[in-house]
């Protein structure tokens, strides 16, 4: 799977920005798809992971309530919809899909193989 991550910008505190991730491949309607983010000067940290047909979500404690993930298989798309965005959501954030089909649920970076480039998401107080 081969992944495109867009949508991200400057806003500020308090805005809404849903962030874009495109898919290529045949395997993505049997993959779990996460969102990851990286701030400056720190590690890569998990934000949300969905699982292959939708019906299933996670999400690390600090975006609950926030954020919210969604997919279309059959447009291979995967959605990151940020509400009420923080400064301290200020980050490249990745998309990334699980090597392995059919696994629930996978929240550390080792479990994803596919990784999109990054868009930039900052947020000004």
């Known amino acids: 799977v081969q992944l495109q991550a867009s949508g991200g910008g400057l806003v500020e505190a308090g805005d809404s920005l849903r962030l874009s991730c495109a898919a290529s491949?045949?395997?993505?309607?049997?993959?779990?798809m996460g969102w990851f983010r990286q701030a400056p000067g720190k590690e890569r940290e998990f934000v949300a992971v969905?699982?292959?047909?939708?019906?299933?979500?996670y999400y690390v404690d600090s975006v609950k309530d926030r954020f919210t993930v969604s997919r279309d298989n059959a447009k291979k798309m995967v959605f990151l919809q940020m509400n009420s965005l923080k400064p301290e959501d200020t980050a490249v954030y990745y998309c990334?899909?699980?090597?392995?089909?059919?696994?629930?649920?996978?929240?550390?970076?080792?479990?994803?193989?596919?990784w999109g480039q990054g868009t930039q998401v900052t947020v000004s107080s």
């Open positions: 491949g045949r395997t993505f309607s049997s993959t779990v």
């Open positions: 990334a899909a699980d090597h392995v089909p059919f696994r629930w649920r996978v929240t550390t970076i080792s479990d994803f193989g596919s």
């Open positions: 969905i699982d292959w047909n939708g019906a299933r979500t």
